[in-house]
């Protein structure tokens, strides 16, 4: 037997989205929740993309410290609608930038 379960987790829209979708930003947050799903990768997500109701909608995921799955809607960019960017990733490359700056700012440091 199959049952459909309706799970709660926070939306967030921002006035953008708000002002071209409406009350529809749940639906949208629906939308986002299964291309989530369907990457089979993680719930965390730092970027991603739908088309809904031909509006290009960007959206981020995470999961709060209480368990809660929160996502949060932003208006898109058509050049980046095949890119995903998972959590992990954007917190790798920002670790990795951050080391490069470091080693920058130690080197000048040294010169002098």
């Known amino acids: 037997m199959t049952t459909r379960a309706f799970l ?12 071209r979708i409406g009350r529809a930003a749940d639906h949208a947050a629906v939308l986002a929740l ?7 990768r993680q719930l965390e ?40 960017v998972l959590e992990d990733e954007l917190r790798r490359e920002t670790r990795r930038v951050r080391g490069i700056a470091d080693a920058t700012r130690r080197q000048s440091r040294s010169r002098w």
Not at 34 to 40: G, I, P
Not at 53 to 72: K, P
């Open 45 to 84: 997500v730092a970027h991603q993309q739908v088309v809904f109701r031909g509006h290009i909608l960007a959206f981020s995921s995470h999961v709060t410290a209480q368990g809660e799955l929160v996502i949060e809607l932003d208006l898109g960019d058509p050049k980046l609608s095949d890119r995903v």
């Open 34 to 40: 299964r291309a989530v799903l369907r990457s089979h």
């Open 8 to 19: 709660p987790f926070r939306v967030f829209a921002s006035t953008a989205v708000s002002d």
